[in-house]
């Protein structure tokens, strides 16, 4: 019975909506607008991070039989660690996060601000694999306006973490509005995920396309004339 029961906990534990991690499988799920962190996440410094991280890549290259006193992997454990701790995880640390200055629109522009084809690189929560793509970010101003390498930026801090881009869009357009106080924000990502082309289905062809539009943007007009934008 007892172990029955810890079976029972397990299956709760490992399910969402009443489906088991297995019977989801590859399926895109996003958990909700906040990326998942635990209460104790900046316990240890970054550089505990890196060397328990390093352990523990070592560990797994070890089980996986590389052999880790060859010149070529016996480093990668480090490299492994300060990659995702300094690099491709970076945006999980707030410390990290860009510092924003807003100026005066003093050329009283009140059109839309739009800057496109933002590249960014991503992982896949789900696998751990990369999320390439391009990011589109237009607003209309409240009365500020933002800096145009900050918008990059804030696209780069958001991705640098382990995402599904349902939540990534959010986030930006959030942090948008927040930042430009405003509603007026609309947010387009397109983007190929290796976890669809380079495993599981493997369909190398297919890319993910999700979408924002808050205030003066939630309108065919405005959407319209965003559109032909992004086409030129």
Excluded at 79 to 88: F, G, L, Q, S, T
Excluded at 94 to 102: G, H, R, S
Excluded at 180 to 185: A, N, Q, R, S, V
Excluded at 205 to 213: D, F, G, I, K, N
């Amino acid at each position: 019975m007892k172990i029955e029961s810890t079976l029972s906990k397990n299956q709760q534990k490992n399910s969402l909506n009443g489906f088991s991690t297995d019977m989801i499988g590859d399926d895109h799920l996003s958990t909700g607008l906040e990326t998942p962190m635990k209460s104790d996440a900046f316990k240890l410094s970054d550089s505990e991070k890196k060397q328990r991280i390093s352990v523990l890549f070592e560990e797994i290259m070890d089980v996986m039989g590389l052999d880790l006193t060859d010149d070529s992997l016996k480093g990668t454990p480090d490299r492994v660690a300060k990659m995702y701790i300094d690099e491709i995880f970076s945006g999980l640390n707030p410390k990290n996060k860009p510092k924003v200055a807003l100026f005066e629109n003093k050329y009283r522009y009140n059109q839309m601000v739009l800057e496109k084809n933002i590249t960014f690189y991503s992982n896949c929560e789900h696998h751990f694999v990369p999320i390439i793509g391009k990011a589109h970010l237009a607003y209309i101003s409240s009365g500020k306006v933002i800096g145009l390498s900050k918008l990059n930026r804030i696209v780069h801090y958001f991705a640098k973490r382990p995402q599904v881009q349902e939540r990534l869009t959010n986030q930006i357009a959030n942090e948008l509005k927040t930042i430009l106080d405003t509603e007026d924000i609309a947010i387009i990502i397109d983007a190929k995920h290796l976890c669809v082309s380079s495993r599981g289905v493997k369909d190398d062809t297919s890319a993910t396309v999700t979408a924002y539009y808050g205030g003066a943007f939630n309108s065919p007009e405005k959407i319209i004339e965003l559109q032909n934008y992004l086409n030129h």
